[in-house]
């Protein structure tokens, strides 16, 4: 579930502490340890350990939905997918006693200070990957969308070259990196575009309402810590103030049209039938 907001308020947390969350910048790894094998996208544990252990940890930040943790010479990629979450917490208590780690830990690391990083995810479906060169991974994302060298103009020739359907296009994470479900039914709402709009046929002046939407979105959901809407991502308040997302069968807040709700490539999609028509 978590999207470019809630990645951005984890990272943003992890680098400068924040949101619940405990820095990690400046932390020297001392051990590691894979709870759950498939965790680890490339390599073993051993292999991990033998790379991971010593370095210092410099900087977190979020390309697309990855947390990017940039060590001295490597760096750590972990991509949350459905339920996965990543808590900075102490290895023993105040009397010495080791804490339990968490029932569905899929990944520790542990500090030199005492405390650890851990990847927690009930569904495992997140993967982490260490690598000696980040674009290996990341390289095939597309621009950000708050990235202010993606213009109007680009924009609408990427829109125009492929053809489909805008929903399943903007998640498409080859095409705009760090949308999902919630973030884009918000955004094609804000723009008045419907989700199944033929790409080619988004007209530049839409394609400028289009961009600004996405980005008040993206902004508001970070400034609001992201969406809490289930059990596994906390904090966030950005839920309350869904135009669409989950709204089917109350009125829009533009003109109290029912918003409804259709499945578009497998997923949940909202949105008003009166302010978001086809052309």
């Not at 930040?61 to 808590?87: A, C, P, Q």
């Not at 479900?181 to 008045?192: F, K, V």
Request: aromatic share 6%.
């Amino acid at each position: 579930m978590p999207e470019l907001p809630e990645v951005e308020t984890i990272s943003r947390g992890l680098q400068h502490g924040g949101n619940g969350i405990c820095p990690i910048v400046g932390k020297e790894i001392e051990d590691v340890r894979v709870l759950w094998e498939r965790t680890l996208s490339n390599g073993t544990e051993r292999s991990l350990r033998k790379e991971i252990i010593g370095q210092v940890i410099r900087s977190v930040s979020r390309r697309g939905k990855f947390v990017v943790v940039t060590l001295e010479s490597d760096t750590l990629l972990s991509h949350l997918r459905m339920s996965g979450d990543l808590r900075v917490e102490l290895s023993h208590d105040s009397l010495g006693k080791s804490i339990p780690v968490q029932k569905h830990a899929s990944l520790m690391i542990f500090f030199t200070d005492d405390y650890r990083l851990a990847f927690n995810d009930p569904r495992k479906f997140g993967r982490a990957w260490f690598t000696h060169d980040s674009q290996d991974i990341l390289g095939k994302l597309g621009p950000e969308p708050l990235d202010l060298s993606l213009t109007a103009a680009r924009l609408h020739q990427m829109l125009i070259r492929r053809k489909r359907q805008l929903k399943p296009l903007l998640m498409d994470q080859a095409f705009l990196a760090g949308l999902g479900n919630i973030y884009s039914d918000e955004a094609l709402h804000l723009a008045h575009l419907h989700p199944l709009q033929p790409s080619d046929r988004v007209t530049e002046e839409q394609t400028i309402q289009l961009l600004k939407a996405i980005r008040d979105v993206l902004k508001e959901g970070i400034k609001r810590n992201g969406a809490s809407i289930d059990w596994v991502y906390r904090g966030g308040e950005f839920q309350n103030h869904f135009r669409v997302y989950q709204r089917d069968g109350q009125p829009c807040a533009i003109c109290g049209t029912h918003i409804q709700r259709i499945m578009v490539g497998q997923r949940s999609t909202h949105f008003c039938p009166y302010c978001q028509r086809i052309n």
